[in-house]
């Protein structure tokens, strides 16, 4: 089911009113159930998770909110990693994924014909709709990394490209994560796992398997064909913006569109569109477009720059320039405004997620 993700302000909050911890905490796993559809918004900033957390608090009880707040807080998590790691997040973490067998990428992934039924409509529902429940990223980065062979990078980079929510801390820990490279052990799953969390049936696959033969399947016939693909991002042309110099200039990333940030104040707002940064981390049309228009709906006044953050025309003659803080931010001019976080007090010791989840429970008695 193709899903949608409107961009105006009420409709996001509706989804928002709409998560029901108690419902989650019990169907979160099937691909049917009660899951919030929120990443898009949460990636892009524009719903922050400390907004969140107080707005479930306000609704039910601790008790009930945990389900749904342990899930927030992974992503939290993550992006503690990321401050913690910088780039060597781009690299195997905790040792080197075991069993790789190439560096690419399965041509099945680009074709949708892996022969997992419900893979090859979760591909094409990726590519049209920019998103997958949880579930179906895990069962595509295991087949790829823990059937098919493939090093984590490239698939990640494929799957990164086309999601509204693509975030780079959470996917490429979480490929990381199915890989090995990031737990102790690779993630698996076979095609009766599949088929209960999805309520469907496929019964002659090549994954049809008890959960001892899966770590010693050959590869597939489907899985073997592999391809370098390489992927660009379609920048917008847009028109130079117009700025009054006599007022202070605030940044905006396709990570930051926090609605709330200096909101009350009379500012230039720019969202920079940085080539030198979708060069590495390339995304689709589709995700072009949909952060431009949330931009525009929820920051009234945004302008686009489609530039380097240097090249801003007369720059240096601003009174003030602010960002938000964020790894990809570091080198931005002018004041930065920290970044927010949910669990502030939990710090990332280079422990599980489990020992992070510890401390932040703690603050939540
Ligand atoms: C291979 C792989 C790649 C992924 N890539 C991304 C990505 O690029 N961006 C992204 O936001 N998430 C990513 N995730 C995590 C997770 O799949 C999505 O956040 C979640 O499916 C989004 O749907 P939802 O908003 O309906 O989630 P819900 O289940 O409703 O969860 C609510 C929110 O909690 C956070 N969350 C939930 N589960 C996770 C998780 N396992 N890890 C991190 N945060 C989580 C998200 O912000 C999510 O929006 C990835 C997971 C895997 C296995």
């Not at 399965?106 to 022969?115: C, N, R, S, V």
């Not at 088929?195 to 073997?224: C, M, R, V």
């Not at 995700?287 to 228009?293: A, C, D, L, P, Y």
Request: with cysteine.
């Amino acid at each position: 089911m193709m899903e949608i993700f409107p961009t105006q302000r009420e409709a996001i909050l509706e989804r928002l009113l709409a998560v029901d911890p108690i419902k989650y905490g019990t169907t979160r796993n099937y691909i049917q159930g009660a899951v919030s559809r929120l990443s898009p918004y949460i990636s892009r900033g524009a719903v922050s998770l400390p907004y969140i957390k107080e707005n479930l608090l306000s609704r039910f009880s601790t008790y009930q909110a945990k389900p749904f707040l342990q899930q927030l807080a992974w992503r939290e998590y993550f992006q503690r990693v990321w401050w913690a790691m910088g780039d060597d997040i781009f690299q195997d973490i905790k040792h080197p994924q075991p069993g790789v067998r190439h560096h690419q990428l399965p041509k099945a992934l680009l074709e949708a014909t892996t022969g997992i039924q419900l893979l090859d409509q979760s591909i094409q529902q990726l590519m049209n709709g920019g998103y997958l429940h949880n579930h179906l990223r895990l069962y595509l980065a295991m087949l790829t990394c823990n059937i098919g062979g493939a090093h984590w990078r490239m698939p990640a980079q494929w799957m990164y490209y086309h999601l509204l929510d693509g975030d780079i801390a959470s996917n490429t820990l979480s490929w990381q994560w199915v890989a090995g490279s990031f737990s102790n052990k690779k993630y698996y799953a076979n095609q009766d796992n599949i088929n209960h969390y999805s309520k469907t049936i496929q019964t002659d696959s090549y994954l049809q398997q008890g959960y001892e033969q899966l770590p010693n399947l050959a590869i597939p016939e489907a899985l073997k064909e592999i391809t370098q693909h390489i992927f660009t991002t379609p920048l917008p042309i847009c028109q130079t913006p117009l700025l009054d110099n006599t007022l202070p200039l605030a940044l905006y990333t396709s990570y930051q569109l926090d609605p709330h940030w200096r909101a009350a104040e009379n500012l230039n707002r720019l969202l920079i569109l940085a080539p030198s940064h979708f060069n590495k981390y390339p995304v689709n049309a589709q995700v072009i477009s949909f952060t431009v228009e949330l931009a525009k709906n929820l920051i009234p006044g945004i302008q686009i720059f489609v530039g380097e953050v240097e090249d801003i025309p007369a720059l240096s003659n601003f009174p003030a320039i602010y960002h938000q803080q964020h790894p990809l931010t570091q080198h931005f001019p002018g004041t930065a405004t920290s970044a927010k976080w949910m669990f502030p007090e939990a710090t990332y010791r280079a422990q599980g997620f489990f020992g992070y989840w510890k401390q932040c429970e703690k603050t939540l008695k």
